[in-house]
């Protein structure tokens, strides 16, 4: 019996495929908020009116991901995904061709909805199709390519609008996610999410219940691990320039003078932490690839980055201590990215890829309704070093479920 060796471009391309529609996902995730000033004086209303449209977007995403993954298990990933992006053009689109306010709001949920598809979408047709020698770089660029929609989408649609103005920059957004359906609804065969891994795919499904299934200890280990990492990010990125500026201020003459003003500071240390995880995240694929302790990789990029956020928080105050910390947090917590997704792989049971990854992923979409929430009340009545404090103590909380998730896997197996 001859093996024929898996085919490198083949698995690019579909790496390649999917990674498009998870870049897909986070940009129309930034399309509105960076239009909001412009609608705001067009429409007259208040920026926390404008907020709910997001508030609403999550919820629907959230809500409808932890049960999108049965769709994709029963009916296959490749038609939902298309489906899911069309949806989520056709609310973009739209969203740029209404009369009045309240329009919004219904067109965010469906855009929601789209959303929904997405993580368990991806996941079944990466963990089917990939080789597994290089599944670990596949997810890594699926990470990667989904922060690359977050970074493009603002200066995509902020420059369209600057031009044409907003109504046009969200036509014009969600004609090309239309085309992203097109090109993965014709992707045919080389996406359809069959089984390809000898050891873990090949066994034939066993019916699991849904209810049985997310009750499992290492699937809710899962949606705990996202739940403390999007609260944590979330509240990173909400307020760590708030922070950073207060804690920056008793220097602030210094600082202007030779560097520049503490919201310059702060902001770059923002952007050095995401395009730094972005990094971390590829690399986080490669030795993921190199190795099968995933819980060891994964654990050891938590503390790091949890370690390194304490550190910050206790003694930086030089501006360009400030930017290394960050970025070397950003990096080691993206590069858990990978192996945590081989961790979940491996605790999926067969033909349950779609409903597992739509309930673990929703644990990001928990996280970030109550992050900004938990880190905005510490502004507001605590110290601006607690905001780091508390995210290096929500990373190393994580690394408890990661080994719960490795522990409980290794039990299920060997029962």
């Known amino acids: 019996m001859v093996t024929v060796a898996p085919s490198l471009r083949r ?42 449209i997001v508030t609403v977007f999550f919820t629907a995403s959230g809500i409808c991901q932890a049960f999108a993954g ?20 056709s609310s973009i689109a739209c969203a740029g061709l209404v009369p009045e306010f309240w329009m919004f709001y219904p067109l965010a949920a ?19 199709k990939i080789d597994r020698s290089r599944l670990g770089r596949a997810y890594s660029i699926h990470a990667f390519l989904g922060t690359s929609g977050y970074a493009a989408s603002p200066v995509i649609t902020g420059g369209i609008a600057a031009v044409f103005g907003w109504k046009s920059a ?50 809710m280990m899962a949606f705990a691990y996202f739940a403390l990492i999007a609260a944590g990010g979330v509240g990173l990125q909400a ?3 708030t922070a950073l500026i207060e804690i920056l201020r008793p220097v602030q003459a210094a600082l202007t003078e030779s560097f520049g003003t503490p919201v310059h500071v702060a902001s770059l240390a923002l952007t050095a932490y995401l395009a730094a995880s972005a990094c971390g995240m590829l690399a986080g694929g490669a030795l993921a690839d190199m190795t099968t302790k995933h819980h060891v990789v994964a654990s050891i990029g938590l503390f790091t980055a949890g370690l390194l956020m304490v550190v910050l928080a206790s003694s930086a105050s030089a501006y360009w201590l400030i930017l290394v910390l960050m970025a070397a947090a950003g990096f080691a917590s993206g590069a858990t990215s990978p192996s945590r997704d081989m961790l979940i792989r491996g605790a999926t049971p067969p033909g349950s890829a779609g409903k597992v990854f739509g309930f673990v992923y929703s644990g990001l979409d928990l996280g970030a ?15 601006p070093h607690d905001i780091f404090y508390a995210v290096g103590g929500l990373f190393i909380v994580a690394i408890v479920t990661v080994l719960q998730v490795r522990r409980q896997t290794l039990r299920t197996v060997s029962a």
Do not use: W
């Open 239 to 241: 307020f760590s320039i």
């Open 110 to 128: 469906l855009a929601g909805v789209g959303n929904s598809i997405f993580h368990p979408a991806d996941f079944s047709i990466l963990t089917a």
């Open 11 to 52: 698995d690019a391309t579909v790496a390649g495929l999917v990674g498009l529609a998870h870049f897909s996902s986070h940009f129309f995730q930034l399309a509105l908020p960076p239009l909001f000033p412009l609608m705001k004086g067009e429409f007259d209303v208040s920026y926390t009116a404008l907020g709910a």
């Open 170 to 219: 969200l036509i014009a957004a969600g004609l090309a996610g239309i085309v992203v359906a097109l090109v993965i609804s014709r992707a045919g065969a080389l996406i359809v999410a069959r089984p390809s891994h000898a050891a873990h795919d090949a066994a034939r499904p066993v019916a699991i219940s849904y209810a049985r299934l997310i009750t499992m200890p290492a699937i």
């Open 70 to 89: 049965i769709l994709v298990d029963r009916f296959g990933a490749r038609g939902i995904l298309a489906l899911g992006i069309a949806l989520l053009g």
């Open 369 to 383: 309704l109550i992050g900004p929430l938990a880190f905005g009340l510490i502004i507001d009545y605590a110290d």
